[in-house]
């Protein structure tokens, strides 16, 4: 066991046996009760206000829609643990140049990265009534690095992985790893609420949500 799990594990230990942690109140909604429908139309509806771009579709069709949305790509990063079959829809007789491949063990640099025009991703959970999208940086995802330096993000939400409010999808994440949320392409306005977009990420953020 290392130093930092012996902390939580005493700190998690101490809460539990607290007294005063049980009588503490927690009136707070811990569910939103919505069906499925409901969820991906709210996360929709709140992703589109934010400026991004949205595609619903069936697992079926997101290799088509992200070979759509890479066309004009000269080149793009995937996580090492990405599923092979959402690039399925690639050519492969240009995926050879135009593909990178991010891993723990061979990370691209930081040099690569921004002459990379746009990445996809996995994502760990999707939070409709924000707008919010949660990586953790598993497989699928990759470093932090890879989702903040191309100008365009791809990222795919399953249907399951959305929930309805934040503390739902808290339940769903180890808080211990590298958290990522997302609402909407990187933007930010000076004093004179001037938008200037792509400064602290992706210009363009594409969210394929898979039925």
Known sequence: MTAREDILSRVRAALQDSPEAAQIPREYRSGSGMDTDELIDLLVD??????????VVPESGVPATIASLLEGARSY????????????GMDDG??????????????????????????????????????????????????????????HHICVVKAADIAGILPEALRRIDGTRPITMISGPSATSDIELERV???????????????
């Open 46 to 55: 709140r992703l589109v206000d934010y400026k991004a771009q949205v595609a």
């Open 77 to 88: 990063v995937v996580p090492e643990g990405l599923d092979g079959g959402w690039l399925a």
């Open 197 to 211: 977009e792509g400064v602290h990420g992706p210009r363009r953020l594409d969210v394929i949500i898979a039925r």
């Open 94 to 151: 240009e995926t050879t140049s135009r593909r990178r491949v991010d891993s723990s063990a061979e990370p691209l640099s930081v040099t690569d990265l921004d002459g990379t025009d746009a990445v996809v991703t996995g994502s760990a959970v999707a939070v409709a009534e924000t707008g919010t999208i949660i990586l953790d940086g598993s497989a699928n995802q990759g470093r932090r690095a890879i989702s903040l330096v191309p100008d």
